[in-house]
């Protein structure tokens, strides 16, 4: 393949990246907590035991890939600005894809999502429509514009972790109840708790163009004490509720959460953030060990997209962004 093809290749790709795919493995962990909930005593699951749809799970993730992926890309096209200042997203934002494409690109997701999930069933399809009212509309776009609202932004981000672990519960489960709000505390309280950190090392920016985020309204040492007092209640419901997955993922990052109160450095709050995510993923492989290679696909085909593309380190387990 000639140096023109590669960089046609990797240009391409573009329409692929500006969807945020390593950002899919929070939500689909999440997903996969939801599904996984009736084997949530166990710690791990053997081929035999498990009797898993590995089918169905693969068209779960696709559709809430396509729900996630068109969040994000209507995130960027509402936050160009913001985006060029704190030197983040820049494939839209540089103009390395047109709004007009962006905006096509987003209209075909939804719809093919859409689809998708209707062919689940009328639960999954009110739950993944709900997540993307809630994370590209709602979040982004006035009159609600919940992102530049502090208080309105935190419990919409707590939406969006719920909703993802409820598209697996309801897939998992024969009826609604509300014991899927039970199962779902450890998760939802480590996800807000995630969430708080990464108002953290965008708040220059933020601050800069005007927009009223919980980290520039209350300060990092504030939202550090917040995001570990949620953590401390994500570990003592994973233990009141006897979910032994919830427990294989908030005992490792103890150490992380615990530095982040030590040494109260954005620093310290990426890394406590990367950690998580990543101890989340490695839980659900022990239930469902292809996840692991979906895993390492999807983080060295992004290394070498970000290498070959833009000679960017991304991503990393550094304590940057």
């Not at 960027?76 to 494939?91: E, G």
């Not at 209209?107 to 062919?119: D, W």
């Not at 979910?243 to 109160?261: C, E, G, S, W």
Request: one cysteine or more; charged letters at 15%; glycine letters at 4%.
């Amino acid at each position: 393949m000639t140096t023109k093809n590669v960089r046609s290749l990797l240009k391409s790709l573009d329409y692929f990246f500006v969807l945020r795919p390593m950002l899919f493995y929070p939500g689909w962990s999440t997903l996969l907590a939801g599904y996984l909930i009736i084997f949530k005593s166990q710690y791990y699951l053997s081929f035999h035991t498990a009797r898993l749809n590995y089918v169905h799970i693969a068209l779960l993730l696709a559709i809430f890939a396509g729900a996630m992926g068109a969040s994000f890309l209507l995130n960027q096209l509402a936050d160009v600005q913001s985006d060029l200042k704190n030197n983040k997203l820049f494939l839209i934002s540089e103009g390395h894809i047109s709004k007009r494409r962006a905006i096509i690109e987003v209209v075909a997701l939804i719809i093919v999502t859409l689809f998708l999930s209707f062919l689940q069933g009328m639960r999954i399809f009110v739950a993944v429509a709900l997540f993307m009212v809630l994370t590209g509309y709602l979040y982004n776009f006035s009159p609600f514009k919940f992102k530049d609202k502090p208080w309105w932004s935190l419990w919409a981000n707590a939406g969006m972790g719920f909703l993802a672990f409820a598209v697996g519960w309801l897939a998992a489960m024969p009826v609604i109840s509300w014991q899927m709000l039970i199962d779902s505390l450890p998760y939802l309280f480590l996800n807000t708790a995630l969430y708080f950190f990464t108002t953290l090392p965008d708040a220059e920016g933020d601050r800069a163009a005007g927009k009223q985020t919980l980290a520039v309204k209350y300060g990092s040492k504030r939202i550090i004490v917040a995001a570990f007092l949620l953590f401390v209640l994500s570990l003592f419901s994973a233990v009141l509720l006897q979910d032994r997955l919830a427990l294989l993922i908030v005992l490792p990052v103890a150490p992380f959460f615990v530095y982040t109160i030590i040494k109260p450095q954005v620093s310290a709050t990426i890394l406590a953030t990367k950690f998580s995510i990543l101890f989340f993923a490695v839980a659900i492989c022990l239930k469902i060990p292809y996840y692991f290679l979906l895993m390492l696909a999807g983080f060295f085909f992004t290394r070498w997209y970000f290498k070959m593309r833009f000679n960017y380190d991304y991503p990393n387990f550094k304590g940057q962004k």
